[in-house]
């Protein structure tokens, strides 16, 4: 059950993570002169602190910083030195005592130091890229979050010790360097160098602060309301700024119109940066990228592509509210940040382009959080987070998507205006301050009126999510809505039948949007489920019941049997996409539970033949998808001429050729179906037309002949490597070296790992540990290679026998995404292999993403002990 409070609302005086409250610092002024040939930084530090009591020792953060000296000044100008420095990497410490006490009061605390440029990608790290003359060039970079400020100056770095950042940085004449706030001065130095100094910022946590230098071009700043808006990016590639700053410039007053409050910086850098772990970073007012989801041009891209390059900035910049400006407190917050971004990110681009459907969309992510969440070895979406270490396995699909969609469920209950007015008033009372998660609550509560609080509780301090049970009752006068937990039957006979007994036992206050349609009128209307089950009365008699309008609760419905035939009988005419995204998802969902047949799924798609929504296809060629890995031989091939006839309509509907009036999920549509059609569905015609697509782009390069749609053409780099032999290989090798934009690079790179040759797969994984594949993406696609059907078992046992050269060379936080390939596997050999080979090896920074992947594998080999038999029959009966 939900705790009744917030796991870490008090700070343990005694933990080792924890920093005494004695010395609180207010101000730091930092000088750093960075050393792009040897990868070395030098720096001083100014900290103004507040001493609380006399104290002869302070202790503040710092790892992998040699700090030569140090000493404190009191405001009369009176001197103390450091008696002892020492640097205990283990706590990540850093302790100084001095000479006599330091009175309470107001102090300066002096450091020196030296540190390194490191090529972990975090910290203050060094990114690579070669320019358009063939040479070499460093930038360094930083990536703060969570706890890596310390790796560039010794600080209080726990998200609670705001403090303003004075920056200067010291570098070489011809490089760009930008920070968190504008640059105020540029003055030569007797050496040569270039003394830049930044203005101050606003009061702020450690991990938002950035700093980045190199051989760097900027954009001429728009000026949005006042503030200037620049994207900032290696030199030769000006020609790929404009879209994100049309998206940032719009973001930016969304977000200050939704928040009621202006943007809290005094500028905005978004900067692209070659190597780089996450996909982006909100330090204030220098915002850090992958240069894939920054630099774009909106012709050239899949509506995913240009999709995905809008959701990030419009996320990033959201943070600078909601995080920046109003922070957590501690690390158990991390969830909330992340989920209201993602929320924020799909409400602002859903408003900077209605026509791409985003909430339809969001289906997709709801889907891959339910993926998890129906595992037993989910999680709470908010845990206790003792040391930095926890946190990092809070970035994962149960924060971001899960938690934004809880966020949209608890928005769409209340309606979007009070739910606007709560965020207003929370923003605006805790702003440059910290907050627990139940803060938010509270101000939405005391706007609406609601018990928010509560509902969110049962979300926020319980794994898993329910199934809501629908049935009419009493002659069809009542409307008995009930709730169960919804699980994977994955047990193969190993699992723990009272923990069992315990999820069983878990309810949720559930809002419930449901909409029942009576003489052709729909009505909707919303009920709180927060028990075993509610009874709505029904005033007339219904034609359906539909118990998940518009696809916003986070919760899978099943219907009785004449409720559900009724429903898939109206949901082209009746239903939005979304939700008849929901009656598919929901199903598949109900296969692997072991509550439906493949085959009877397989059987129910036929109703989708004259299905036009993008995502819905998605779905169903999503799950088709695993269809095809769960049979062999004469029923795999049964299997394909069943998929490409149920698809093939729909694509003749929509034609090869786009249309004038096509928009854009018409178009990405057409390349879901091509890619179906030539991978899942081996329609020959389909394979030949992509070789020819792409041998015409080739021939044409930079000519004149007709456009390619960029759906079709990224669809059919995915036909061809699935169909592809070594000549392909090669072709795709050289496209992805030559690449003219950093969508195409991953296109073609990602595209190499569905090759279905052994010896391909192999010169892939090569690459994956040359210097060649960035270690940024080598991970994501040894994940991929793990995906391929037929090689799926090679690229595992690679992973296997290069684990200790991979857990070297890549981001500490990538490992564990790198095994989620392992959750598309289903052989049971390969399975006993993967669970004998964690049964020696840990992910500690990933251990609770290691379990769901490990059971989700299970529930692969599940499904295939129990339907693979059935479905071949069925298919080649
Ligand atoms: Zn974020």
Redesign the pocket.
């Known amino acids: 059950m939900p705790d009744e409070t917030s796991p870490t609302a008090t700070i343990d005086a005694d933990s080792p993570y924890r920093l005494p409250r004695t010395v609180v610092p207010s101000r730091y002024d930092l000088m750093l002169e960075p050393d792009l040939v040897a990868f070395t930084f030098a720096g001083t530090c100014d900290t103004v602190v507040e001493v609380v009591e006399a104290t002869l020792t302070v202790v503040c953060n710092a790892i992998e910083l040699e700090v030569s000296s140090a000493f404190a000044e009191d405001e009369a100008g009176t001197r103390v030195e450091a008696t002892s420095i020492s640097l205990d990497e283990e706590s990540e410490r850093l302790t100084l005592t001095f000479g006599s006490a330091l009175a309470p009061g107001t102090w300066m605390l002096h450091t020196t130091f030296t540190g390194i440029l490191n090529d972990k990608l975090h910290g203050f790290y060094r990114s690579t890229f070669t320019d358009d003359a063939g040479v070499d060039q460093v930038i360094a970079t930083t990536q703060f979050e969570a706890t890596d400020a310390r790796r560039a100056f010794p600080c209080w770095d726990e998200p609670d010790f705001k403090a303003v950042f004075g920056i200067t940085l010291a570098v070489p004449a011809d490089l760009t360097a930008v920070s968190n706030a504008a640059e105020v001065s540029r003055s030569p130095r007797d050496d040569g160098k270039h003394v830049v100094r930044f203005a101050d910022t606003m009061s702020m946590s450690t991990y938002l602060v950035a700093f980045v230098v190199g051989p760097l071009e900027i954009t001429e700043a728009v000026d949005v309301d006042g503030t200037p808006l620049r994207i900032v990016y290696p030199v030769g590639k000006g020609h790929l700024t404009g879209y994100a700053l049309e998206v940032g410039a719009f973001c930016l007053r969304f977000f200050a119109d939704y928040f009621g409050v202006p943007y809290p910086g005094d500028k905005v850098d978004l900067v692209a940066v070659p190597d780089f772990a996450f996909g982006a970073m909100?330090n204030l007012g220098c915002i850090t990228f992958r240069e894939a989801l920054v630099l774009v041009d909106p012709d050239e891209v899949t509506q995913p592509e240009l999709q995905r390059v809008t959701d990030v900035i419009a996320?990033?910049l959201a943070?600078m509210w909601f995080g920046d400006l109003v922070t957590m407190k501690w690390w158990n917050g991390i969830w909330l940040?992340?989920a209201f971004?993602t929320f924020m990110e799909m409400l602002a681009t859903d408003a900077f382009k209605p026509e791409w459907d985003r909430w339809s969309d969001f289906g997709l992510s709801r889907t891959a959080a339910f993926d998890t969440d129906s595992l037993e070895s989910t999680r709470p979406i908010e845990f206790e987070v003792v040391s930095p270490t926890d946190a990092e396995g809070m970035f994962d699909v149960l924060t971001y998507e899960k938690g934004a969609a809880v966020v949209r469920m608890l928005e769409q209950y209340l309606g979007a205006n009070p739910f606007r007015e709560g965020i207003r008033h929370y923003i605006k009372s805790h702003a440059y301050g910290n907050t627990e998660t139940t803060d938010l609550w509270d101000a939405i509560e005391s706007v609406t009126e609601e018990p928010v609080r509560a509902i969110m509780d049962s979300w926020i301090f319980q794994g898993g999510y329910p199934l809501v049970t629908v049935d009419l009752v009493n002659d069809g006068n009542v409307l008995r809505l009930g709730q169960e937990r919804f699980g994977y039957a994955g047990d193969l006979g190993e699992g723990d039948p009272d923990a069992s007994s315990e999820l069983d036992q878990q309810r949720w206050q559930v809002p419930t949007i449901f909409s029942q349609s009576a003489d052709d009128i729909v009505t909707f209307e919303k009920v709180l489920i927060d028990g075993d089950s509610i009874e709505v009365d029904m005033i007339e008699a219904v034609d359906w019941v539909l118990a998940n309008t518009e696809g916003t609760g986070f919760y899978r419905v099943a219907y009785a049997p004449d409720l559900r035939a009724a429903l898939v009988a109206k949901a082209q005419t009746d239903l939005s996409p979304i939700e008849r995204y929901g009656l598919v998802d929901d199903a598949w969902a109900a296969v692997l539970a072991d509550r439906m047949t493949a085959v009877d799924f397989l059987t129910m798609l036929d109703g989708f033949a004259d299905e036009t929504d993008l995502s819905v296809w998605q779905r169903i060629v999503g799950a088709l998808g695993s269809l095809d890995r769960l049979v062999d031989a004469a029923a795999r091939t049964a299997l394909q001429h069943h998929t490409a006839a149920l698809l093939r309509p729909a694509f003749e509907r929509l034609g090869i050729e786009p249309a004038t009036d096509d928009s854009d999920r018409d178009r990405e549509l057409r390349g879901v179906l091509v890619g179906a059609l030539g991978i899942l569905g081996d329609d020959h015609a389909i394979q030949e037309g992509a070789r020819n697509l792409l041998a015409f782009v080739e021939r044409d390069a930079g000519g004149e002949g007709a456009p390619v749609d960029p759906s079709v053409l990224a669809a059919s780099i995915n036909v061809v490597a699935s169909s592809g032999d070594a000549a392909d290989f090669d072709a795709f090798h050289a496209s992805f070296a030559a690449a003219a934009t950093p969508q195409e690079e991953l296109r073609y790179l990602y595209a190499l790992a569905d090759f279905r040759q052994s010896e391909l797969i192999d010169r892939l994984l090569a690459m994956c540990v040359s210097d060649e594949v960035r270690t940024q993406n080598a991970p994501y696609l040894l994940a991929r290679a793990m995906g391929n059907r037929d090689q799926g078992a090679r690229a595992w046992a690679f992973v296997r026998d290069n684990w200790d050269t991979l857990n070297e060379r890549f981001p500490s936080n990538s490992i564990v995404r790198m095994l989620s390939g392992i959750r598309t596997l289903s052989e049971p050999e390969v399975a006993q292999d993967v669970y004998a080979f964690f049964e020696e090896h840990e992910v500690p920074q990933g251990d609770k993403q290691l379990a769901q992947h490990l059971e989700r594998l299970e529930v692969n080999v599940a499904l295939r002990v129990r339907d693979r038999e059935v479905l071949s029959h069925h298919l080649t009966r």
């Open positions: 909100e996320h990033e943070h940040n992340e971004a």
